[in-house]
Nanobody, 120 residues
Framework: QVQPGESGGGLVQAGDSLRLSCAAS??????MGWFRQAPGKDREFVAA????????YYADSVKGRFTISRDNAKNTVYLQMNNLKAEDTAVYYC???????????????WGQGTQVTVSS
């Protein structure tokens, strides 16, 4: 069973960058996704990557600012976040599934989340 664990969250200022990591043994066989949930809002899709890393997908709100990547040798997926905005403030979750998709129900394994706070 895959148990993703996120790290790298923190408090930054608008315009700063942050890199989140998601590590778990065995994730090299899975597509991975990043989702986020802001206070009082539903969880939403951020980015996804195929198991080999050839295909990536992004929410329109982060396209051009965030980059998802993976290093299967290290069993780690990354989310590089640049030019952060106050509206990016949320708990960020990584998830493992069989297809890289924006649909939450397609992911079987979820991490506990890491808080990202962007001050304006």
């Amino acid at each position: 069973q895959v148990q993703p664990g996120e790290s790298g969250g923190g408090l930054v200022q608008a315009g700063d960058s942050l890199r989140l990591s998601c590590a778990a043994s065995g994730i090299g066989s899975y597509a991975m996704g990043w989702f986020r949930q802001a206070p009082g809002k539903d969880r939403e899709f951020v980015a996804a990557i195929s198991w080999g890393g050839a295909r990536t997908y992004y929410a329109d709100s982060v396209k051009g600012r965030f980059t998802i990547s993976r290093d299967n040798a290290k069993n780690t997926v990354y989310l590089q976040m640049n030019n952060l905005k106050a509206e990016d403030t949320a708990v960020y979750y990584c998830a493992a599934g069989y297809v890289p998709t924006a649909k939450e129900f397609e992911y079987s394994y979820w991490g506990q989340g890491t808080q990202v706070t962007v001050s304006s």
